[in-house]
C-alpha cells in the first residue's frame, strides 16, 4: 500500500484500517522508511519555510525571520529528535501493555505510534505559514483518537482499558517532547533570534511556534 494510500485510510476509515495494520508483516526499517521518515519531515521542512524564508508579519507591517543558518540546523535537528521520539514512544506504548493487559509486541507498539502521529504530520504543513501552525497541534487532538482505537487491535489491550491505556501513552508522548525541546534549546537551536525586518514594536520567538512532529 502506498504511504498516500495509507495516510488517508487512517485519517478517513481508521477502524478498518487498525485491522489491515495489525495483520500486516512489517520490520522497523521498513516503517521508518516507507512511512515515517517521509511523513515526519513535513513539519519541519514547512517550518524551515515559513520562519526562515516567509517569515512571521506582526502589527505595524514588521517581519521576522530566523537567520538561515539557523533555520537550516534547527530543521535538521529537530527532524532529528522526531525520528527518535516516535521509536521511544512505540517502547514505552510496548512497556506499559501489560499493565492494560495487554501483549508486548514491539512492531505493533512502532506501527501504533507511526499511525498515530499521522495527523500532526500531515497538519504541518499549515507551518509554512507561521502563524497557521496552531492548527498542527489542534490536529494532534485527532491522533489521540486514533491511538485510542488503535491500542486495543493492536496490543491487545481490552477495550475497556483502553482510555487508561491512551491516557499514559500521551502524558509519555508530551514528557518526551519536553525532553526534545529542552535538547534543543541546550544546543542552543531554540532560542536563536529572528532576523527583523520592518520597524517592529516587540520581539517574537520563533521558538514559541509549534512543531509538528509531536503527538500532542
Known amino acids: 500500500m502506498s504511504l498516500i ?24 526499517a ?6 515515517i521518515i517521509p511523513l515526519s519531515a513535513i513539519g519541519p521542512v514547512c517550518a524551515f519555510i515559513g520562519l ?23 530543521a535538521i535537528v529537530s527532524y532529528g529528535l522526531g525520528l527518535i521520539a516516535v ?14 493487559s495487554g501483549e508486548k509486541n514491539r512492531i505493533q507498539a512502532l506501527k501504533v505510534a507511526a499511525y498515530a502521529y499521522t495527523p500532526a504530520w500531515v497538519a504541518g504543513v499549515f507551518q509554512i505559514v507561521p502563524v497557521l501552525g496552531i492548527l498542527a497541534l489542534l490536529a494532534s487532538l485527532y ?3 486514533l491511538l485510542y482505537l488503535g491500542l486495543p487491535v493492536l496490543m491487545k489491550s481490552p477495550r475497556e482499558k483502553a482510555a487508561g491505556y491512551t491516557a499514559l501513552v500521551v502524558i509519555s508522548a508530551i514528557i518526551v517532547s519536553v525532553i526534545m525541546g529542552l535538547v534543543m534549546s541546550v544546543i542552543g537551536l531554540a532560542g536563536r533570534p529572528p532576523i527583523r525586518v520592518g520597524a517592529p514594536t516587540s520581539m517574537l520567538d520563533p521558538a514559541a511556534l509549534p ?5 500532542v
Open 5 to 28: 494510500e495509507r495516510a488517508k485510510n487512517i485519517l478517513l476509515t481508521p477502524r478498518s484500517e487498525w485491522e489491515k495494520i495489525a495483520r500486516e508483516p512489517a520490520s522497523v
Open 30 to 35: 521498513e516503517l521508518y522508511r516507507g512511512y
Open 52 to 74: 526562515t524564508l516567509i517569515g512571521v508579519t506582526i502589527p505595524l507591517g514588521a517581519t521576522y525571520r530566523m537567520p538561515l543558518g539557523a533555520g537550516i540546523a534547527s
Open 87 to 100: 521509536y521511544v514512544v512505540a517502547l514505552i506504548t510496548d512497556a506499559l501493555a501489560p499493565t492494560f
Open 143 to 145: 491522533g489521540l483518537y
Open 211 to 215: 512543531v509538528a512532529h509531536r503527538l
